[in-house]
């Protein structure tokens, strides 16, 4: 389905699509299955019902790449009260960043400066997650990240296992602690900068958890979150935790809201930390090709929509 993946990124950065597929009512039915919906109250209420099941959240408003300071500003003004509510009604819930949602693409001191407002009001003990977006960008994130545990800032950032380079991140950031998510990727990459083959991807995902859960990673403070709907490298990850003594609450893994549910009930039903992506906004587009592309075979769940309109 290699050649289904490629059509699906490329559709993600169509802005002919972007534009106007999101008016078909078949395209908002087939999209609701991974999102709540598109206001910070939809979220919160899936927060609010993931808290009653022993499920945890990460909130994160689509968008990307924005055009003016005025945008990221504004987009930082919308964590901030999303940060504020967190606070005062005591949810269980923290935040994902994209930085060219704050502003990477204009200037990467005032994005900077967007994300380290955000981590002076974050509650304690909260981390605020920085997201990982297309290659080009990788450079300029673990350089905002660095800073901000350099700093001090309670900050995770993600990873990808597609990316060729990625292997000696982990091992340049682990001294550093904090936090890192573990993801496998979903943009459209040349393969001299990124693995082709899901099973060369796969492996990589497996030896950088490896390193994640490993006990250099453990010394240096730093929290592990995996993040993969895959069973078979759940499964693969847990059975060498197992090995190696590591408690079943020693486990974290993230995945996204509609996706493994029933996964998501064993592991918190198991005592590993279960949580759970949880995205809203209009900007739903470029995410949900994404989001398609990760697993090919669920465009059949898109067709199923357009015959039933």
């Not at 919160?44 to 808290?51: D, H, N, S, T």
């Not at 996204?256 to 029933?262: D, F, K, N, S, V």
């Amino acid at each position: 389905m290699t050649w289904a993946r490629t059509l699906l990124l490329q559709a993600a950065q169509n802005r002919w699509l972007r534009e106007r597929a999101p008016q078909y009512s078949f395209v908002k039915r087939g999209v609701a299955r991974f999102m709540p919906g598109e206001s910070a109250e939809d979220a919160f209420r899936a927060v609010r019902e993931l808290q009653a099941k022993g499920i945890g959240a990460v909130l994160t408003a689509l968008g990307e790449n924005v055009a003016d300071r005025a945008e990221a500003e504004a987009e930082t003004s919308q964590y901030t009260d999303i940060l504020g509510k967190i606070w005062v009604q005591r949810i269980p819930a923290e935040i994902s960043v994209k930085l060219t949602h704050l502003g990477l693409d204009l200037d990467k001191e005032f994005c900077f400066a967007n994300l380290s407002r955000l981590i002076a009001i974050s509650p304690t003990g909260k981390t605020v997650w920085i997201d990982m977006e297309q290659s080009s960008c990788v450079d300029a994130t673990l350089e905002i990240y660095r800073r901000a545990r350099e700093a001090g800032a309670n900050v995770g950032v993600c990873l990808q296992s597609y990316l060729r380079r990625t292997e000696e991140d982990v091992r340049s950031l682990l001294p550093l602690g904090g936090a890192i998510r573990l993801v496998k990727g979903a943009y459209n990459e040349t393969p001299e900068v990124a693995f082709p083959h899901k099973r060369d991807v796969d492996e990589n995902y497996f030896r950088i958890a490896q390193t994640l859960l490993g006990e250099d990673a453990r010394r240096a403070g730093l929290r592990a979150a995996i993040a993969t709907h895959d069973t078979r490298i759940i499964a693969r990850i847990q059975d060498w935790a197992a090995a190696n003594g590591l408690a079943k609450n020693q486990l974290e893994f993230q995945m996204l809201y509609g996706i493994q549910r029933a996964e998501q009930l064993r592991l918190a039903a198991e005592g590993c930390r279960s949580i759970v992506l949880v995205a809203y906004g209009k900007y739903w587009f470029p995410w949900y090709m994404r989001r398609l592309a990760e697993r090919p075979a669920n465009v059949w769940f898109l067709a199923r929509n357009f015959f039933s309109r």
